[in-house]
C-alpha cells in the first residue's frame, strides 16, 4: 500500500520517493522527523516575532525616560510595544508606581517573572535537541542494519560473488546515514542560533532591570536613583556620582 502511494506522487516528488524506495523504513523515520523539526522550527520563528525577541528599544528609551523623572512617557513608550523586553519592564514600572513597594521584594518578583518569560522562549527547544541528536544515530542504525543484510547475501552466494551487487547493498546502507546527518547538522545550528537568542534576550533583561534598581549609576553620572522604599523616599532625587 505504501509503495502504491509512492507511485502516486507527482514528479516533483519522485526522487523523494525514490530515496524512501532506497533506504526503506529507516529513512522514512528520518523524513518524518525532518517534518517534525521544521514544523517546531516554524513555530518556535513564529513565537520569537510574536514576542518581540531581540526588539529592545522600546524598552531601553521608557528606561531611560523613568530615570529622567518622567514616568508618563516611560509607561506610554512600554504600553506602545508588544516585545517581551517592554512587557516585562511594563509590569516592573506598574509595580514601582505603588504607593509602597518593598525594593527587595519587587526586585524578587521582576525575576520570577524573568524566569517565567525565559522558560516560555525555551520551550520547544528540547525535541529538536533530540531531533538533532537522535537522526544520526537513527541513520547509523540503519547503516548496521543494511551492512548485516549485505554480508549475509555475500555469505549465502558463497564463491559466486558479484561484487557490484555487494556494492549497492553498502551504497543503500550507507544512505541512512547520509540522510540522517543531512538532517542533524542544520537543526542543531538552529538549535544553536535559537539558544544564542534567548541567552542575547536574558542578558538583556537582566541589564535592564539592575539599571532599573541602580538608576544606570555607571553610565549616567547625573542619574536619579528613585528609593522604592517609602512614598516619602520614592518622591525623593538623590544623584549617584
Same mark, same amino acid.
Given at each position: 500500500m505504501f509503495a502504491e502511494f509512492l507511485n502516486t506522487l507527482?514528479?516533483?516528488? %519522485? $526522487?523523494?520517493?525514490?530515496?524512501?524506495?532506497? &533506504? &526503506? $523504513?529507516?529513512?522514512?523515520?528520518?523524513?518524518?522527523?525532518?517534518?517534525?523539526?521544521?514544523?517546531?522550527?516554524?513555530? @518556535?520563528v513564529f513565537q520569537f516575532q510574536l514576542l518581540g525577541v531581540g526588539r529592545h528599544g522600546a524598552a531601553r528609551k521608557a528606561l531611560g525616560h523613568?530615570?529622567?523623572?518622567?514616568?508618563?512617557?516611560?509607561?506610554?513608550? *512600554?504600553?506602545?510595544?508588544?516585545?517581551?523586553?517592554?512587557? *516585562?519592564?511594563?509590569?516592573?514600572?506598574?509595580?514601582?508606581?505603588?504607593?509602597?513597594?518593598?525594593?527587595?521584594f519587587? @526586585?524578587?518578583?521582576?525575576?520570577?517573572?524573568?524566569? %517565567?518569560?525565559?522558560?516560555?522562549l525555551r520551550g520547544?527547544?528540547?525535541?529538536?535537541?533530540?531531533?538533532?541528536?537522535?537522526?544520526p544515530l537513527i541513520g547509523l542504525l540503519g547503516t548496521v542494519l &543494511?551492512?548485516?543484510?549485505?554480508? %549475509?547475501?555475500?555469505?549465502g552466494a558463497g564463491a559466486a560473488v558479484d561484487p557490484s551487487v555487494l556494492a549497492g547493498g553498502i551504497w543503500v546502507a550507507l544512505l541512512t546515514t547520509a540522510v540522517g546527518l543531512a538532517i542533524a547538522i542544520p537543526v542543531s545550528a538552529i538549535v544553536g542560533w535559537f539558544d544564542s537568542r534567548i541567552e542575547a534576550e536574558q542578558a538583556e533583561m537582566e541589564s535592564i532591570?539592575?539599571?532599573?534598581?541602580?538608576?544606570?549609576?555607571?553610565?549616567? $553620572?547625573?542619574?536619579? *536613583? *528613585?528609593?522604592?522604599?517609602?512614598?516619602a523616599k520614592a518622591s525623593e532625587a538623590r544623584y549617584a556620582i
Open positions: 507527482p514528479p516533483f516528488a %519522485q $526522487p523523494l520517493a525514490e530515496l524512501v524506495r532506497s &533506504g &526503506g $523504513p529507516v529513512v522514512t523515520i528520518l523524513l518524518g522527523l525532518s517534518v517534525v523539526s521544521l514544523a517546531l522550527i516554524l513555530a @518556535k523613568w530615570l529622567a523623572g518622567r514616568r508618563a512617557e516611560a509607561g506610554k513608550q *512600554v504600553m506602545a510595544s508588544n516585545a517581551v523586553m517592554s512587557e *516585562v519592564l511594563r509590569k516592573l514600572l506598574q509595580a514601582a508606581s505603588g504607593a509602597e513597594v518593598n525594593r527587595e519587587l @526586585k524578587e518578583d521582576i525575576e520570577r517573572i524573568c524566569n %517565567q518569560r525565559i522558560h516560555t520547544w527547544l528540547r525535541p529538536l535537541d533530540m531531533i538533532a541528536q537522535t537522526a &543494511g551492512m548485516i543484510e549485505a554480508f %549475509q547475501a555475500m555469505q532591570v539592575t539599571a532599573f534598581f541602580t538608576g544606570a549609576a555607571a553610565e549616567r $553620572p547625573a542619574s536619579r *536613583v *528613585v528609593s522604592l522604599e517609602t512614598p
